[in-house]
């Protein structure tokens, strides 16, 4: 039974006006009192043109740090790095719980294996379709079509009411691998009574329904079996169902299947041990891909997303070690970009072109399709569990703004929230009631960071105008003791009417100096700011922009 204070609470701390870096957490019982349920621990890919340096980005967790003793788990509604992609490195600061279906506990597990020095992480398996208690919440798994293996709904029973939180869904009927989204399971928490829907928007902007995979499968049949020569395919590493389809298509046209990227080995070999890719013939390594027969092979790559250090970007730079691609063949993309990613994969696409390679995207045939709902899929959902509340996430704010604009015209009320809002569930209609820290983290190299410390800010600036590092050495009478050492970093040699650069800014050191008056000289401060001033003002002046400057004074 709910006390009369009790409440049912929820926040995301990130994938609410983005995509990716998914975290949201349900509070239940007294504020006083609360107990919180953390649902997945995402992560966001950084833009290197945004955040130099930086290589991931997790949500904010501070917040949690503090409540950790109030956390009774973190569920994993699947093995998608932007839902479970930041476990390695925020787990470790909770130690809480951690509650997964098998496949994704064990590509977990096999992630965690391929870091150095990663903390051991306990996980409680769940079984698909089951239902359980983690502390205070009573939780059932729907299973829906997505493109991972075993990617979950959750139904929340509280006494206020039921929650669906939907994850990443599609309805595809025919899945290629594992079952289609439990409708039956769906339409009976509608005749139960669903209090609130948080549900994914990501393609709440597009009409009509999501191709299925099987279309997918068709697609990639044909344009293997008809190759004339090599075929090389990219897709996302953890989409097992594009795999077996790539394999089955392989086993049609007679040709021997090659894994070429640690991301794509590592998910294969946990959706062997599953069970996912049951009777698919085995696999070969990369070493023996030059020995095959052009017409005798596929090549399953890393790198859909034109990462740098992933297989299809080295091999279009012909960089691989084991493997390379020739006039005649072909490169199959069966992914989409994902937003942000586009002049990478250009990149990627056009030195493939330049070495003679065909490249097939989703432009001209179907090569992939989104493991997201599109409108009319959305309409079914809600109107299988007829919520009263809409709450949209997982999207930016176009696809939440669409996700609200088509619950509304169902019936439904809606509520649009951002990151960090505390949103009263119930009793009562939802409401945002308060907010909690949200933010980001950085991780740059094995160091987390927070967005906002000058790290970031420092390097932008840093990319823009270069930097003068200057360092003088005085004595207690502030008299020059040697001739200033300057250096100039990322900053053109020469002005546009060839003078040095260098002279410039050394000029300016000893120039700015000697004009200071003697009380001045001997205050290291005053000779700091005057000298960093000055050479700043020299080069602007030929350059137009103020260069970064460091001074280092010495007293001797």
Not at 199 to 226: C, F, M, Q, W, Y
Not at 252 to 277: D, F, H, P, S
Not at 348 to 368: C, F, K, M, P
Not at 389 to 404: C, D, Q, Y
Request: proline fraction near 6%; hydrophobic fraction near 40%; aromatic fraction near 4%.
């Amino acid at each position: 039974m709910a006390g009369p204070q009790d409440e049912l609470v929820f926040a995301p701390l990130g994938g609410v006006g983005e995509i990716g870096m998914n975290l949201a957490i349900y509070g239940l019982g007294d504020p006083r009192r609360r107990s919180w349920l953390i649902v997945d621990v995402g992560v966001s890919f950084a833009q290197e043109e945004n955040l130099p340096g930086i290589d991931l980005v997790f949500p904010d967790i501070r917040y949690l740090i503090e409540e950790r003793r109030n956390i009774a788990g973190i569920v994993l509604t699947h093995a998608h790095e932007d839902h479970y992609g930041a476990m390695l490195d925020l787990w470790p600061k909770l130690k809480v719980p951690v509650y997964a279906t098998p496949f994704t506990a064990a590509l977990l597990e096999a992630k965690r294996q391929g870091e150095y020095g990663v903390e051991d992480i306990p996980v409680t398996e769940m079984e698909l379709g089951s239902r359980l208690n983690i502390g205070p919440f009573d939780i059932e798994l729907v299973s829906v079509a997505h493109s991972i293996p075993e990617s979950n709904a959750l139904i929340l029973r509280t006494p206020h009411g039921n929650v669906l939180h939907t994850g990443d869904w599609k309805l595809d009927p025919t899945p290629v691998l594992g079952p289609p989204t439990d409708e039956v399971k769906l339409r009976a928490l509608g005749a139960e009574g669903c209090h609130v829907l948080i549900g994914d928007s990501t393609n709440a902007v597009r009409e009509g329904r999501s191709p299925s995979e099987a279309d997918v499968a068709r697609t990639l049949t044909e344009l293997i079996v008809k190759a004339p020569r090599r075929v090389a395919v990219t897709t996302f590493a953890s989409n097992v169902a594009r795999i077996k389809a790539v394999a089955d298509a392989a086993r049609k046209a007679e040709r021997e299947i090659v894994v070429v990227g640690r991301a794509m080995e590592r998910v294969i070999g946990v959706a062997r041990e599953t069970g996912y890719l049951k009777g698919v013939q085995p696999f070969h390594g990369m070493d023996i891909f030059g020995h095959l027969p052009p017409d005798k092979v596929v090549a399953l790559c890393t790198g859909s997303q034109g990462e740098a250090r992933a297989a299809l970007a080295r091999i279009a730079q012909d960089e691989h070690p084991e493997v390379a691609l020739s006039k005649g063949d072909r490169v199959i993309f069966s992914s989409r970009p994902i937003p942000g990613n586009e002049k990478s994969i250009g990149k990627v696409i056009n030195g493939l072109i330049d070495q003679g390679v065909e490249v097939i995207t989703d432009r001209t045939h179907l090569v992939h399709v989104s493991g997201h709902p599109r409108q009319a899929e959305l309409e079914d959902m809600i109107g299988w569990v007829k919520p009263r509340t809409v709450i949209p996430v997982h999207g930016e704010s176009l696809h939440l703004s669409e996700h609200a604009a088509l619950a509304r015209r169902l019936g439904a009320r809606t509520l649009m929230i951002r990151n960090g809002d505390l949103v009263r569930l119930a009793p009562g209609d939802p409401s945002v009631i308060d907010e909690v820290p949200a933010g980001r983290l950085y991780k740059d190299g094995a160091l987390l960071v927070q967005a906002e410390a000058s790290t970031v800010a420092d390097r932008k600036r840093l990319s823009f105008a270069g930097m003068v590092s200057v360092a003088l050495v005085i004595n207690d009478k502030g008299q020059l003791l040697a001739d200033p050492e300057v250096e100039l970093i990322g900053i053109p040699e020469k002005t546009a009417d060839g003078a040095s650069m260098d002279d410039i800014a050394y000029n300016a050191v000893v120039e700015t100096f000697d004009t200071l008056p003697k009380p001045r000289r001997r205050d290291p401060d005053s000779v700091d700011e005057a000298i960093r001033r000055g050479v700043r003002a020299a080069v602007a002046q030929h350059w137009r922009k103020k260069p970064n400057v460091i001074v280092h004074v010495l007293i001797a």
